[in-house]
């Protein structure tokens, strides 16, 4: 890998969904690697079972209290967010700023940005076919802010070639971006499964697709749990477990012998990265994302057909030399997405641009390397 030593990140997250996981490892791996890292968290503080996840690295955290993007489509906050980032960038003098969310990429910043775009709220309406509130005014101006941002920083990445078209196809940038795929630390392969189907998502969230995991659980033989916040349980037929702490869901996954995602929209999807490192078999939604980063790991089944899903179900519940076949399948493909390959993939996108973005000596001025 990579070494980090001589660069002061920082780096902005929030904790409502994966962008959180996906933020913690990266952050304390840079660090590790001798980075000096700052992460600043915007809309809610973390949970006390979410700082547990930067317990153990050298990782410098900082709750800001400023709006996510999507609670603030008009930009109300964007004074705020100026003053605010502002500051931090004076008292921590980064070396690079790497932002997690677009409306920040059009703030004056000293530092080179680099934008890794997790979610747009525009690819996910498309997705879930939910667009026609997008006309609206303040719809219309995070639009262009999103546009903007991609077009103000340096360097923006996606975690996937799909979610990458997804937004070329919508905001036509200037640049063409980068894909650096999301990773997580290597486990051992499990030794011992449970007769249990998992998965997990927001209830309330059309993306996840859960409705339709409900409709196929009927007749399985086997049962199924799901983790997430949830207003009420969406079926008798499913046990909904409510939000978990990260640690308490890979411990269940650590458990399932399959694991099923009926995603409509998933620009990356670490949970089923999570689920097959824990050597689950993994039965996904045929969308392009989990075509490009699962084929030949993973069953997959059209997303509203219930019935094309149950039949999968229920075959690998009785299928030991299948599901045995995935869950190996998936565990070593999971290997393909190591967190020591994304960290040194980010490692070198920060020091191209320090290099590209360091004065060039002048005439008669002799450059040394040290």
Known sequence: MSQGS???????TDTVGGVWTYSCALAASLAASGAEVTLATLGPRARADQHEMLCDSRVRLIETDLALEWQDPE?????????????????????????????EATLSWRAPT???AHSCVNSWALACRDSDWLGEPRWTRYTERVAAALDSTQAWVCPSRSFHDDLVEIYRPRSPGAVIWNGIAASAFPNRKRELIFAAGRLWDRAKNIEVLAAAAPGLD????????ADADPSASICWLGPLSHSALRGHLQHAAIFASPALYEPFGLSVLEAAAA???????DIATFRELWSGAARFFEPGDSQALHRILAELCADDIERTRLQRAAYEHSLSYSLARTTSAYLKLYQGLLASNRPSPQAGQVEVHA
């Not at 001589?6 to 902005?12: K, S, V, Y």
């Not at 086997?222 to 916040?229: F, I, L, M, N, Y």
């Not at 050597?279 to 939604?285: E, T």
Request: aromatic residues 6%; proline residues 7%; contains cysteine.
């Open 6 to 12: 001589d660069i002061r990140i920082l780096m902005t």
């Open 75 to 103: 930009g109300r906050d964007l004074p705020n967010a100026h003053r605010t980032l502002a500051a931090l960038e004076a008292q921590f003098r980064p070396d690079i700023v790497h932002l997690n969310s677009f409306r």
């Open 114 to 116: 680099v934008l890794v």
């Open 222 to 229: 086997w049962p199924v749990q799901v983790a997430g916040p």
């Open 279 to 285: 050597g689950c078999a993994l039965v996904l939604s």
